[in-house]
Each structure stands twice: as C-alpha cells, then as structure tokens.
C-alpha cells in the first residue's frame, strides 16, 4: 500500500527539473522514479547484515542463523555449518532501503513517460559484517572436561550436558560441534555428552584387543556384535560399543559386521596415556617402553604422536607430552609457545599444532609466512621465531 | 545463550538500496518524514541519474556481490508460537539477556537486498537562470 504523500509532484515538474539540470528528455528512458522518506521510518530495532549469497539463498529458503555466545564472549553468528565472527563496519556513504525499484533493463523504450513513486524506508550508516572463523572448540572441550565419564560414572548416575546445552554454551555450528564430538572421542550416554576418563578408556580398549587375542581374529577382521556382547558383562553395552567405534572402522570389503582395527590409533592411545603418567623420558627408554605396551602384531612409530608431543633439542633427547589443545588459541602466543620450546621447527613438525588455527583464507605455509621466519640449515627448510635472535 | 536469525513466516522481500556519498540533510528521522527526495532517471544507456535538491549526480547500477540482509529485532514468546509479543525500537544492544521473561530474542531477516545503485561522482549544482517572463 502506498504512502499518503507529503507534497505533490506532476510529470510536468519533473519534466521542468530535468531540462534545469540540462537534460535531454528524449536521451533519458521513459520512466522517472520519484524518490521521497515514507512517513514511517524504521528505527534502531533493524540492522543490515552482509552475508554471502550462499547465506542469502539458506535465509530465503528458511534456514536460520544463531547468535551464539555467553557474557564475555565476542558474539559469533553460527549457520548449520559454518562460524562468524560479527564486525560493525561504517561506511561515509548514506544507504537508503526502497522496497520498490525500477531497473533501466526493466523499462522498454518505446512508452511514454511515466512516473513512479519510490519509498525510502530507512537511511544507514552501518552494515555488520561476517568473517569466517575457525569454530570455538576450545570450550567444547573445557565444558567436557569438567565431568568426565569414569569406570563409577554408569553406578552414580554422572550427569553432562546434552547437545542442546552445548549449542547454548560453544559458539560453533551444529555441523562443527559434531565433528568435534567425534575428534575428542566422546561418548553419548543417555542423551548426555562425556569425555572419557584415560584410565576407564585404557581398561575398555584392553578388553577390545584381549577378546580380539582370545578369539585370534586377525587386526584388519575383527567383529563388533560379539565382541560388544561379550564384553557387556563388564562394561555396559552402549560403551563399550562407542569406544570400539572410536578404535575400528568398517572393514572395506568385509561384511555388515567386520570392521578393521586402527592400529595408529592403539598405539598413540597407549602413547598418551604413558606420557601421562610421567613429566618426560628419555627417548630411548620411552620408545623401548611403548614398543612393549602395545599388543603383539603392532608396530610403534613416534609419528602416530604428532601433535601430542615435544621432543626436546637435548642430548640425549627427552620426549614429553605436549598437546595442541594446550596451547594459547592466539596465533602470536601459540608461535612464542612453540619456538621456546623449540628453536626451529620444519613444516611437518609444527603443522599439527597450528593447523586447528588456519582458515581458508590462511593455510599453514601463509601463516608461517606471515608470522615466523624461515631459515635454512643443512639444506632442510626450518621455520623460526620471526624477531630476536 | 543463543539468538536466532530466520525468516519467519513469509519469505524476505526483495528490497534495493541507493547509496550516495556523504550524509543526508539531517539525521534527525522527524525531520525526513514524508519529504521528497529526488527524482531517479536513467539515460537511455542505463546510467542512472537522481536530482536532489540543486544537485545532479551520476551513478551506475552494481550487483552486490554479498547480498545485504534486513534484520528486525523483535520478542516472541517463548513457547515458539511465533506470536509478536512487542516489537523492540530503542536500539539496545544485540545481547539482551531476558532470561527471565517469558519470551526471547529473535532476529527476523525482513528484506534482502541483491542490487543496488551507487552514486559516487560528485554532485553537479545546477543553475537555474529564470527566463524573462517567468514569474519563478
């Protein structure tokens, strides 16, 4: 519906403006838009918010963004799969909203002139902008941290937060926070969410490969239902069969119940959970020591620690627990972190604690470009600290 | 705590922005009310052209290449009936913590706005020198 206007305008007036400003009327298309503020201008409640036209089109088809984040936090706007950091951006530039408007390709030539009669809804200044970012995880990890699922939890009725209470607490989408879930290796217990204890974790996944011994099943063949069902008498089903998941994968060619054993994983499981227990080894001993832990068949390689460890430029060299998800979230600190613990790093080695920093728009040789200094020594390419010595 | 954005019940409008340069008469909304603008010609190349005032200014037509949303803040009730409690318009800040009402937060995505037309060149004044004769 239109707005009364305010004022009166005839073809002939804009007719008498147009030859003013030294306009030829016949070199102009035959449609003259009068443009005026509707009587009702929208207020502060109404903001303009850039999205990519990927955004636009979930919008128009119903999906929904979530602002998310607790006091404290810097608002995100989270889509199902996606992270954004919100920006305010000014422009010096007065933006005014029409909701109608008349493109010259929409005008044919031939008619003759016609007014028509445009509402301007609101002026702005500002426009918010969004900027991808990697997902909040971090807290993901802290909030499941606080209660983890130990051998008690099942007799004591150990409460967690549900997904519900994630999404109102993590700023990361739907999508990031599962993916999560599965990186940590947490478990779903009732509708709850855990991570779960070493310990607990250390005596189920010993039952796993011990049933696995027992029946002389081979790594890449063994099956789920009866080992779930066996262990079941010690360990209550639902576990025990999330963390054989956690440990085997669905055996490519093999049948709907032979998965295949993740030896990488066994064995940087048994690796963490040694380095746990003590501050640091020597690396001879603690290489002799993990070779040992693991079951029979599988073989040790210090690069199923990546990301879990430090090796440190000692003689003789030491080896201590050093995970990613321990350092500063910031890139700057992160790097200062990393080249005191070590003076140079190659690429592969420092790719597993900074990759959870990168964006698309970042990879991990841009941001050690950008923020370290690369040397050469002996013909191998190290990264260093980009100031001081 | 989260707050939605989404589109409710009708789909967004298409809506169009005119950016010019530099601030309008005044900011003050009372002000502007009801008052004319301009008038928005096009040559017959598809240049846009919008006088105001005793201004002439030049544009051209630009395809955003990120789309602009129109976001209304506004209350619902809580138990997602969708039914508008109070529309919100003295500008507070996007975090609102009403926690304790029977309602929350939305954000209501009114309008998208995919194209627009920019003038950028400088205003051209125009001079009007009355003929002999006229009474203006």
Same mark, same amino acid.
Request: hydrophobic share 35%.
């Given at each position: 519906?239109?707005?009364?206007?305010?004022?009166?305008?005839?073809?002939?007036?804009?007719?008498?403006?147009?030859?003013?400003?030294?306009?030829?009327?016949?070199?102009?298309?035959?449609?003259?838009?009068?443009?005026?503020?509707?009587?009702?201008?929208?207020?502060?409640?109404?903001?303009?918010?850039?999205?990519?036209?990927?955004?636009?089109?979930?919008?128009?088809?119903?999906?929904?963004?979530?602002?998310?984040?607790?006091?404290?936090?810097?608002?995100?706007?989270?889509?199902?799969?996606?992270?954004?950091?919100?920006?305010?951006?000014? %422009?010096?530039?007065?933006?005014?909203?029409?909701?109608?408007?008349?493109?010259?390709?929409?005008?044919?030539?031939?008619?003759?002139?016609?007014?028509?009669?445009?509402?301007?809804?609101? +002026?702005?200044?500002?426009?918010?902008?969004?900027?991808?970012?990697?997902?909040?995880?971090?807290?993901?990890?802290?909030?499941?941290?606080?209660?983890? =699922?130990?051998?008690?939890?099942?007799?004591?009725?150990?409460?967690?937060?549900?997904?519900?209470?994630?999404?109102?607490?993590?700023?990361?989408?739907?999508?990031?926070?599962? +993916?999560?879930?599965?990186?940590?290796?947490?478990?779903? +217990?009732?509708?709850?969410?855990?991570?779960?204890?070493?310990?607990?974790?250390?005596?189920?996944?010993?039952?796993?490969?011990?049933?696995?011994?027992?029946?002389?099943?081979?790594?890449?063949?063994?099956?789920?239902?009866?080992? +779930?069902?066996?262990?079941?008498?010690?360990?209550?089903?639902? !576990?025990?069969?999330?963390?054989?998941?956690?440990?085997?994968?669905?055996?490519?060619?093999?049948?709907?119940?032979? =998965?295949?054993?993740?030896?990488?994983?066994?064995?940087? =499981?048994?690796?963490?959970?040694?380095?746990?227990?003590?501050?640091?080894?020597?690396?001879?001993?603690?290489?002799?020591?993990?070779?040992?832990?693991?079951?029979?068949?599988?073989?040790?390689?210090?690069?199923?620690?990546?990301?879990?460890?430090?090796?440190?430029?000692?003689?003789?060299?030491?080896?201590?627990?050093? %995970?990613?998800?321990?350092?500063?979230?910031?890139?700057?600190?992160?790097?200062?972190?990393?080249?005191?613990?070590?003076?140079?790093?190659?690429?592969?080695?420092?790719?597993?604690?900074?990759?959870?920093?990168?964006?698309?728009?970042?990879?991990?040789?841009?941001?050690? %470009?950008?923020?370290?200094?690369? !040397?050469?020594?002996?013909?191998?390419?190290?990264?260093?600290?980009?100031?001081?010595? | 705590?989260?707050?939605?954005?989404?589109?409710?019940?009708? /789909?967004?409008?298409?809506?169009?922005?005119?950016?010019?340069?530099?601030?309008?008469?005044?900011?003050?909304?009372?002000?502007?009310?009801?008052?004319?603008? $301009?008038?928005?010609?096009?040559?017959?190349? $598809? /240049?846009?052209?919008?006088?105001?005032?005793?201004?002439?200014?030049? $544009?051209?037509?630009?395809?955003?290449?990120?789309?602009?949303?129109?976001?209304?803040?506004?209350?619902?009730?809580?138990?997602?009936?969708?039914?508008?409690?109070?529309?919100?318009?003295?500008?507070?800040?996007?975090?609102?913590?009403?926690?304790?009402?029977?309602?929350?937060?939305?954000?209501?995505?009114?309008?998208?706005?995919?194209?627009?037309?920019?003038?950028? /060149?400088?205003?051209?004044?125009?001079?009007?020198?009355?003929?002999?004769?006229?009474?203006?």
């Amino acid at each position: 519906m239109e707005d009364p206007l305010l004022f009166d305008r005839s073809l002939a007036d804009v007719s008498t403006m147009v030859e003013h400003a030294k306009l030829v009327e016949s070199d102009l298309l035959p449609l003259s838009q009068v443009v005026s503020f509707t009587t009702n201008l929208m207020g502060d409640n109404i903001k303009l918010l850039e999205v990519s036209k990927e955004i636009a089109s979930e919008l128009e088809a119903g999906d929904v963004l979530t602002l998310r984040g607790e006091e404290g936090d810097n608002t995100v706007i989270c889509s199902k799969t996606k992270t954004f950091d919100i920006k305010e951006a000014e %422009t010096s530039n007065s933006l005014l909203l029409v909701s109608q408007l008349t493109f010259p390709d929409q005008i044919s030539k031939t008619d003759s002139r016609k007014l028509g009669w445009r509402s301007v809804g609101g +002026v702005f200044y500002k426009y918010l902008e969004l900027q991808e970012v990697r997902p909040k995880l971090r807290k993901l990890l802290q909030l499941l941290s606080e209660t983890p =699922f130990t051998e008690d939890s099942s007799r004591s009725g150990q409460v967690g937060p549900s997904f519900g209470e994630l999404l109102d607490k993590v700023q990361a989408s739907e999508e990031e926070i599962k +993916v999560g879930l599965k990186e940590f290796e947490c478990l779903e +217990v009732e509708k709850m969410w855990f991570v779960l204890d070493q310990d607990y974790q250390m005596k189920i996944l010993s039952y796993i490969l011990r049933f696995f011994d027992e029946n002389s099943w081979k790594f890449d063949c063994v099956q789920k239902k009866e080992t +779930v069902s066996a262990l079941s008498e010690l360990v209550p089903e639902n !576990i025990v069969s999330q963390v054989f998941s956690f440990y085997c994968q669905p055996m490519t060619g093999g049948g709907e119940d032979e =998965f295949s054993l993740d030896t990488d994983k066994v064995c940087r =499981f048994y690796g963490d959970f040694l380095l746990a227990a003590n501050t640091g080894y020597l690396l001879t001993e603690f290489l002799e020591m993990w070779q040992k832990a693991v079951p029979d068949g599988i073989t040790t390689d210090i690069a199923q620690l990546a990301g879990l460890v430090l090796v440190e430029d000692k003689e003789p060299p030491v080896i201590k627990r050093f %995970t990613e998800s321990s350092l500063p979230p910031t890139i700057t600190e992160r790097l200062t972190v990393l080249f005191t613990a070590r003076e140079r790093w190659t690429v592969e080695e420092i790719s597993p604690f900074v990759s959870t920093l990168t964006t698309s728009k970042l990879n991990v040789k841009a941001l050690l %470009t950008k923020y370290a200094r690369p !040397i050469n020594m002996g013909g191998t390419k190290y990264f260093c600290a980009k100031h001081g010595k | 705590m989260q707050f939605i954005v989404k589109s409710g019940a009708s /789909t967004p409008e298409e809506k169009f922005i005119i950016e010019m340069q530099g601030d309008l008469e005044s900011r003050n909304k009372e002000h502007l009310e009801g008052k004319f603008i $301009g008038d928005l010609h096009y040559t017959k190349d $598809g /240049t846009p052209i919008i006088i105001i005032g005793h201004h002439i200014l030049y $544009g051209k037509v630009v395809v955003l290449d990120k789309p602009l949303v129109a976001l209304e803040k506004i209350q619902v009730s809580k138990d997602g009936s969708d039914s508008l409690i109070s529309g919100n318009s003295d500008g507070e800040e996007m975090m609102d913590l009403d926690a304790e009402m029977e309602t929350k937060t939305e954000y209501r995505v009114k309008s998208i706005i995919r194209k627009k037309l920019v003038f950028k /060149t400088r205003p051209k004044p125009i001079i009007v020198v009355p003929k002999v004769g006229e009474s203006n």
